[in-house]
């Protein structure tokens, strides 16, 4: 069961482009799963899916059999970079990995592209935070989302 009220895991700064008044946004049942699976089971998924990433969309589809199971929708923001929105994953699909994966494969696609991101999904925020060797696709002048408190 997930304590929304934990700060160190569900406690995220959003930056004034986002519209919250005062920076912080509530993070949902939903999110607050995926952040758990991300942090507490952060193995592959146990039946194997492939990726679609639909730029008419602006959605990274992950896709079993002729099913979408999750996904990823991201704004362009100019030709190096994406700005990441909103993890999401059918219901039936989680706490399998499955938002992991995801994550991973998506950010392993930017960095071939030679892109950065802004993230603005307090789970991929999350994500770089367990796995730093992503962190370099951050880009510097808009990060996006922070978790807990950045402002001075």
Do not use: W
């Not at 146990?46 to 008419?56: L, P």
């Amino acid at each position: 069961m997930t304590d929304p009220s934990e700060p160190t895991r569900y406690a995220f700064e959003y930056p004034d482009a986002a519209g919250y008044p005062d920076g912080m946004g509530t993070l949902s049942q939903d999110q607050t799963g995926l952040i758990d699976e991300v942090i507490d089971d952060p193995h592959a998924p146990a039946f194997d899916f492939y990726i679609v990433n639909d730029e008419k969309t602006g959605i990274y589809e992950a896709i079993v059999g002729d099913n979408e199971i999750a996904g990823l929708p991201y704004n362009v923001a100019d030709d190096d970079r994406l700005v990441l929105l909103a993890t999401s994953v059918f219901p039936e699909f989680r706490k399998q990995g499955i938002a992991t994966e995801l994550i991973r494969r998506v950010l392993d696609d930017v960095r071939a592209q030679g892109k950065t991101v802004t993230i603005m999904c307090p789970i991929v925020r999350t994500f770089i935070e367990h796995n730093p060797q992503y962190a370099d696709l951050i880009d510097p002048k808009h990060p996006g989302v922070f978790r807990g408190s950045h402002r001075s």
